[in-house]
């Protein structure tokens, strides 16, 4: 059974630990009942910021934002190639001193449970504080399990009820078959349980409402009609040409090369396929630019073959079918 939770209008005692979830919880901790709590966001923030001017810490590897973490030490970390730093106390572009984390992460959202719950045993299931195999294993003796999606790669045991504490949280990558992933996700962990608490802001969502009326044909006839409005699988083919250089010129030069080819290709054989492009595209990860190229429609395939050499035979070109 999915309990739906309105964290807008219910009664909370933190930001994600509304009245409801923790008089349940208490009554299933009573018992001797186990909770696996669900976060799947590393660290205890998701952006260090600076108050006055607004300016986000960024990686120097990456253009991506450090992630505030503070246990086992406080640093900032990046969580796509692992460099991290020392927390500054001064922002570097206004001079500001005041600096604070935004977007919880499951290391403050730790911190809330242990002041909801204070006499619990609860154990943080994620790359963190998890490292090796004993830990992981040690989450099976604890009575509140908060886990990233760790837990799928490991057992930490039954439960009695499993929170999904945002739903919102889930949704923040930009895949266009996140919804399927989440539905998919929350039902398959409520089906594991006795019992599962959804909390949300949007209780009107098509999503929420889906969950709740555990209605997957509706779920699946509304986002088969989204797909098919959209161009996207089942009704059309996706693929990623990525670009990788050294330098943003190099990476802007390669996209505009290939996008040049796959266009003539087009115009010469007019298949039913989109091409496009544009900066928003273009990324930095660990020291090396990325481009990319979005190719969309039933033609994907074909259209491709343009480009068959490139992908074989240049390292740095690389396929990827969504
Ligand atoms: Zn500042
Ligand atoms: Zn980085």
Same mark, same amino acid.
């Given at each position: 059974?999915?309990?739906?939770?309105?964290?807008?209008?219910?009664?909370?005692?933190?930001?994600?630990?509304?009245?409801?979830?923790?008089?349940?919880?208490?009554?299933?901790?009573?018992?001797?009942?186990?909770?696996?709590?669900y976060f799947n966001r590393r660290g205890a923030y998701r952006a260090f910021v600076?108050?006055?001017?607004?300016?986000?810490?960024?990686?120097?590897?990456?253009?991506?934002?450090?992630?505030?973490?503070?246990?086992?030490?406080?640093?900032?970390?990046?969580?796509?190639?692992?460099?991290?730093?020392?927390?500054?106390?001064?922002?570097?572009?206004?001079?500001?001193?005041?600096?604070?984390?935004?977007?919880?992460?499951?290391?403050?959202?730790?911190?809330?449970?242990?002041?909801?719950?204070?006499?619990?045993?609860?154990?943080?299931?994620?790359?963190?504080?998890?490292?090796?195999?004993?830990?992981?294993?040690?989450?099976?003796?604890?009575?509140?399990?908060?886990?990233?999606?760790?837990?799928?790669?490991?057992?930490?045991?039954?439960?009695?009820?499993?929170?999904?504490?945002?739903?919102?949280?889930?949704?923040?990558?930009?895949?266009?078959?996140?919804?399927?992933?989440?539905?998919?996700?929350?039902?398959?962990?409520?089906?594991?349980?006795?019992?599962?608490?959804?909390?949300?802001?949007?209780?009107?969502?098509?999503?929420?409402?889906?969950?709740?009326?555990?209605?997957?044909?509706?779920?699946?006839?509304?986002?088969?009609?989204?797909?098919?409005?959209?161009?996207?699988?089942?009704?059309?083919?996706?693929?990623?040409?990525?670009?990788? /250089?050294?330098?943003? $010129?190099? *990476?802007?030069? +390669?996209?505009?090369? =290939? &996008?040049? #080819?796959?266009?003539?290709?087009?115009? /010469?054989?007019?298949? $039913?396929? *989109?091409?496009? +492009?544009?900066?928003? =595209? &273009?990324? #930095?990860?660990?020291?090396?630019?990325?481009?990319?190229?979005?190719?969309?429609?039933?033609?994907?395939?074909?259209? =491709?073959?343009?480009?068959?050499?490139e992908i074989v035979r240049n390292r740095n070109v690389r396929?990827?079918?969504?």
């Amino acid at each position: 059974m999915i309990t739906l939770i309105d964290l807008s209008r219910s009664p909370k005692l933190s930001a994600y630990v509304s009245r409801e979830f923790f008089e349940r919880a208490e009554r299933i901790l009573d018992h001797k009942g186990r909770i696996l709590v669900y976060f799947n966001r590393r660290g205890a923030y998701r952006a260090f910021v600076c108050q006055d001017c607004s300016h986000a810490f960024e990686c120097p590897r990456c253009d991506l934002s450090l992630a505030l973490h503070i246990s086992p030490e406080k640093r900032l970390v990046c969580h796509h190639c692992g460099h991290s730093s020392e927390v500054p106390e001064t922002c570097p572009k206004c001079r500001g001193q005041n600096l604070k984390g935004s977007g919880i992460g499951i290391q403050a959202f730790e911190d809330e449970l242990k002041k909801a719950f204070p006499s619990v045993n609860i154990a943080r299931l994620d790359s963190d504080a998890a490292k090796t195999k004993a830990e992981r294993d040690s989450t099976k003796n604890a009575d509140v399990v908060l886990s990233t999606n760790l837990y799928h790669k490991n057992d930490p045991g039954q439960f009695d009820l499993v929170v999904f504490p945002c739903l919102e949280s889930e949704l923040v990558a930009s895949e266009y078959d996140i919804e399927e992933k989440v539905y998919a996700h929350v039902r398959y962990a409520a089906k594991s349980s006795e019992e599962a608490i959804v909390q949300t802001y949007s209780p009107k969502s098509p999503l929420a409402i889906s969950l709740m009326e555990e209605n997957f044909r509706e779920f699946l006839s509304r986002t088969l009609a989204e797909r098919k409005a959209f161009g996207y699988p089942p009704y059309s083919q996706i693929a990623y040409v990525t670009v990788a /250089e050294r330098h943003r $010129e190099k *990476a802007e030069e +390669s996209v505009a090369r =290939l &996008l040049n #080819k796959l266009q003539i290709a087009q115009n /010469e054989n007019r298949f $039913e396929v *989109a091409v496009f +492009s544009d900066p928003s =595209l &273009l990324s #930095k990860r660990a020291d090396e630019w990325f481009g990319k190229i979005v190719v969309k429609g039933p033609g994907t395939a074909d259209l =491709l073959e343009t480009l068959r050499i490139e992908i074989v035979r240049n390292r740095n070109v690389r396929l990827e079918w969504k």
